[in-house]
């Protein structure tokens, strides 16, 4: 089985601080990507990471910045929290696409900002 | 990009079939469709791939036309805790961004 580890579940952060969110996968799988998720909005990808210190932009990745130093760890920045950025964040590692290996997905980190 | 269409909602009586549809009519020649169920805003759970042919597995089977344009999921006998919102997942093409229909909320009613 895939393992996707995220570092909290729940975190509540004030508008203006700068939030790290850290995804660890067990799988050394060459692809990770971050996702939130609102309600009504399905998932949405933030940001992808397809080899250590590669990344590339999702579909919205406006307020948010990553680092993959390690294979293993794909870290989400919030340079300055803002309240709407208060969602559930997803974490995922995959395979390369085409290879029919599973996609494994961390617990999620609800994050608060006040 | 490729994108999947699935209906916002479905319910579906306890012990029957249930039927989850999805399009995906923009999926390359070697990308597989992936089925994941998220429960209470946990992190989705697997179910089911394939690339061409239908699959069967413990949990459930996947019907994949033969233009690969659209598939159904089938949960063979649907009970209370198959209740969630599942999500067919793809590829775009040429690219490794894995994307997300808004998912189909499946209420199994007692």
């Known amino acids: 089985d895939v393992k996707v580890t995220q570092s909290s579940r729940y975190l509540v952060k004030r508008t203006g601080e700068k939030v790290f969110l850290e995804c660890v996968q067990d799988m050394d799988h060459e692809n990770m990507f971050w996702y939130r998720q609102d309600p009504g909005l399905g998932l949405r990808l933030i940001y992808f990471?397809?080899?250590?210190?590669?990344?590339e932009k999702g579909d919205i990745p406006e307020g948010y910045s990553v680092s993959r130093e390690k294979k293993e760890r794909f870290s989400l920045i919030l340079e300055s929290a803002s309240t709407n950025q208060t969602s559930m964040y997803l974490c995922a590692s995959s395979p390369p696409p085409g290879t029919g290996g599973l996609i494994g997905f961390g617990p999620g980190t609800r994050l608060t900002v006040t | 990009d490729a994108k999947t269409t699935q209906p916002p909602s479905m319910d579906c009586a306890e012990g029957r079939a249930a039927n989850l549809p999805c399009n995906h009519s923009t999926i390359s020649g070697n990308e597989y469709v992936y089925w994941y169920r998220q429960i209470h805003s946990q992190g989705p759970q697997y179910i089911i791939h394939?690339?061409?042919n239908n699959e069967t597995n413990e949990m459930a089977s996947l019907i994949i036309t033969e233009d690969r344009k659209s598939s159904t999921l089938i949960l063979p006998h649907a009970t209370l805790r198959d209740t969630a919102v599942y999500y067919c997942?793809?590829?775009?093409?040429?690219?490794?961004?894995?994307?997300f229909g808004t998912g189909t909320r499946l209420k199994v009613l007692a």
């Open positions: 394939g690339l061409k």
């Open positions: 990471s397809y080899d250590v210190k590669m990344k």
């Open positions: 997942i793809v590829t775009t093409s040429g690219t490794y961004k894995y994307i």
